[in-house]
């Protein structure tokens, strides 16, 4: 997907003078070749800083091999000044790492107190207000710490990625999706850039794409992907000029950024002057790293994206939607395993998820659409959705939001999608997450997040977490286990 940044991490040393120079520098060789072993793409830079001076030598090595995270290893004790102000000047992620003590028989000149010189590297970041990823034990040997790294670079593409975003809006957001309509103040707290335009300035662009070139080749291309479920030939033509046309957009005014996302207005005006619903073209999109979202839900699409660069694949919005009926739940006990039934719920929406994702997909019309817009007619305007069963996988329910007094708060749980046919229409599946039931009413519920969730199909939670910390998001919640209470959560009456 080339709509999220390529991170280009660069591993740096430091190390204190009245320490063994050298035991930094082997120890940073030492990690540099793990880093090899374990396959992450890292680039050694030298010197190992031991001055401020040092430091400036290193921010234009860094900046000439284009580096944009950094990884700082304390190989020793470190100077706890240069070590940190390395961290502020440098404009990308930063993680920092100590070295553990490899043997007992080399504790003189061998023994590098890196595992102290983290503690004092610590009180000079908070002094310089930084928020660097530091690992949940950040002390380790080579081997340890080049496994730190791995969990490092997913979190620094999400950070690169949102620092260098725009999203593009079409349209004003639907009356009575009130939730939809999240002040965009918090957006530039986190680097986001966004460009709101109006339903009208959707169809014009649209309108000037109908003589391009690459409609006819993006229109074969749907159908080589929707094969068999090609339902409506007669629309790819149509879906493909917008298609066209809202990547040609996003190329024309993409500025100071490097990536855009999309969240736009969807219906009900749309269908009647555009003809269609935009539901599949939404999808393919998604599968390439660039989500739409649907009903101008700006939130919804940031949060698609960041859990596409957190998980490097294609992602989807979805309804958290509807419960699951008991006697389904009985007939499908063996496929539903060990989940209550109010573990249980279905994610649905009209049909942008990206056909990787589905089982069997097909185009079909929007049943909720029709029933507004083409009551007792055949479909017409309200074709376009891609629908089919959700394939079974791991995701991860994700939302960032802001209140209405524009504080960022965002969630995260980890579950599935199980192998149970919902027996319905969209594009919708059985979503299995343990203590589902207390998490919907005391996360997303007491804390007014919206219907709509961003769904990551890999467990991503640790990288989501970490890098929301990172963007400065300090109201962070999950699904709690077993008998822990959630804030305000009444212990006389837990949801069993």
């Known amino acids: 997907m080339n ?40 680039e050694k830079i030298d010197p190992v800083v031991v001055t401020e001076k040092d430091v400036l030598k290193v921010l234009e090595t860094l900046n000439q091999k284009n580096i944009n995270a950094l990884v700082i290893y304390l190989g020793n004790f470190g100077h706890e000044t240069p070590t940190t102000m390395l961290a502020q000047r440098f404009f990308g992620p930063v993680m920092f790492a100590a070295a553990a003590e490899e043997t007992g028989d080399n504790l003189v000149n061998g023994r590098g107190d890196a595992y102290c010189g983290m503690l ?27 496994v730190m790294i791995k969990d490092f670079l997913p979190v620094a593409r999400v950070y690169i990625s949102v620092k260098k975003l725009k999203i593009f809006s079409f349209g004003p957001r639907p009356q009575d999706f009130l939730a939809c309509n999240a002040p ?43 094969g068999g479920g090609n339902t409506y030939p007669d629309m790819l033509k149509k879906l493909a000029q917008y298609e066209v046309a809202l ?39 998604a599968s390439r790293g660039i989500p739409v ?8 699409a940031l949060s698609e994206y960041i859990a596409a660069a957190a998980t490097d694949y294609p992602v989807t919005l979805l309804d958290i939607n509807n419960t699951v009926p008991p006697d389904l739940y009985a007939a499908e006990k063996k496929n539903i395993g060990d989940y209550k039934l109010t573990d249980l719920f279905m994610g649905f929406h009209c049909g942008n998820t990206p056909s990787c994702c589905l089982v069997n997909p097909n185009m079909q019309y929007q ?39 524009t504080q960022l708060r965002a969630y995260m749980a980890e579950g599935e999608v199980l192998n149970v046919n ?13 203590n589902m039931a207390r998490f919907y009413r005391h996360v997303l519920i007491e804390k007014r997040f919206p219907h709509h969730s961003g769904i990551a199909f890999k467990h991503a939670g640790q990288t989501l977490f970490e890098a929301l910390k990172l963007l400065g998001v300090g109201d962070i919640s999950t699904n709690i286990p077993g008998k822990d209470l959630y804030p305000g959560e009444n212990p006389y009456s837990l949801i069993r």
């Open 120 to 146: 004092n590297a610590s009180y000079n970041i908070g002094l310089r207000k930084l928020r660097p990823y530091i690992p949940q034990y950040p002390a380790g040997t080579a081997d340890e710490i080049a």
């Open 293 to 300: 979202a649907c009903e101008t839900d700006i939130y919804g």
């Open 247 to 285: 990547l040609n957009f996003m190329e024309e005014n993409l500025g100071a950024s490097e990536y855009g996302i999309f969240a736009n207005k969807c219906w009900p005006s749309f269908e009647k002057y555009f003809g269609f619903v935009p539901c599949y073209v939404n999808s393919r999109l």
């Open 184 to 226: 965009i103040k918090p957006l530039y707290d986190l680097g986001v850039e966004i460009m709101e335009n109006s339903e009208l300035d959707l169809y014009d662009i649209c309108m000037s794409a109908q003589n391009d070139k690459r409609i006819d080749e993006v229109a074969a291309d749907m159908a080589k992907e929707l």
């Open 3 to 42: 709509n999220i940044a390529e991170v280009r991490c660069g591993l740096v040393a430091v190390s204190r003078d009245c320490f063994p120079l050298e035991l930094s520098q082997k120890r940073h060789e030492r990690l540099y070749d793990e880093c090899k072993k374990a396959g992450l793409i890292i």
């Open 367 to 405: 049943l909720i659409m029709h029933r507004l817009m083409e009551a007792g007619k055949d479909p017409d305007i309200t074709r376009g959705t891609l629908e089919g069963q959700i394939a079974p996988s791991k995701i991860t329910l994700f939302r960032l939001q802001t209140t209405a007094d």
């Open 422 to 434: 919902p027996k319905s229409f969209g594009a919708i599946g059985v979503f299995g997450i343990k």
